[in-house]
């Protein structure tokens, strides 16, 4: 028992201690509650397999309430494995992605032929003939064996000093990059213009001729002069396709790249969640 009987001021003074004890179990009961709370909408997040929504709340908890160490080092552990539970499911998202994606590539490469090179082979349209393109009028596309997409051009009706193509569409356009004549890339030693527009330098083109297939487009030559003629229908489609071609195996080695940045994530989750497990004592 406490002594209480002779020393007023002593009394005061835990009577105020009391008071500030009690005032600060009532805070902190508080707090615990809504924390708490907070971690049982986390846990029927992660539950439905809404582990964004699990994440957040349980960020919530480490943010707003500091001192609930108890009910934070459990929110910790089940953030561990919401955050694992979303990378399964992004991971398994890549996975079907790029299932599809190959299977697409495989049916475009049979539209295809392989055209050995003693430099270096490349993919064309099945339809295309490389042989007899210089010194004609046009355009033929190529995929070279990693994937890159390029454009020739070839222009043999006038000389214009071409350093560029444009074509155009419904009012639209789209332009390849300017190559300077250089005697390689833009060669007019063989009674024909001929330009070689490498990736970023024809991505447009070939994307709008991809977009505008079907359509009636207009093929432009430009250099020091213009010329203008009716792209072919059938370069068309072949530009089409091996842009598609492409752009399919460029997707899928980022899909696969992201399969492996996703397995390896996994495995770090897995890891974090083992380390964060609490046991709770068993009630008596």
Known sequence: ????????????????????????????????????????????????????TAIALTDSIKNTYPKEID????????????????????????????????????????????????IEGYYVAATTEPSKFFGTNGLQARVSPDGDFYIMSSLKAKSVKSTSVEVSAGGEKAATSTVAHDGERNDRSMGAEVITFMGVECDSLGKFVSTHAGQPMTLTFVGSTTYSMPLPEKQANEIALLYDYATTLRRFKVATLEKERLSRAVEIARNQAARTFVEKDNEQ
Do not use: W
Request: hydrophobic share 40%; charged share 20%.
């Open 1 to 52: 028992m406490l002594n209480v009987v002779t020393n007023k001021n002593g009394i005061l003074r835990l009577s105020a201690i009391a008071g500030i004890a009690i005032a600060c179990s009532c805070g902190g009961n508080g707090d615990t509650q809504k924390a708490t709370e907070l971690l049982e909408q986390a846990q029927r997040a992660y539950d439905s397999k809404n582990y964004e």
């Open 71 to 118: 009910v934070r080092r459990e929110a910790l552990h089940l953030s561990t494995r919401a955050t694992e539970g979303l990378t399964v499911q992004r991971l398994q998202q890549a996975d079907s992605l790029s299932a599809v994606l190959a299977v697409r590539g495989d049916s475009l490469q049979r539209l295809m032929k392989f055209v050995k090179n003693p």
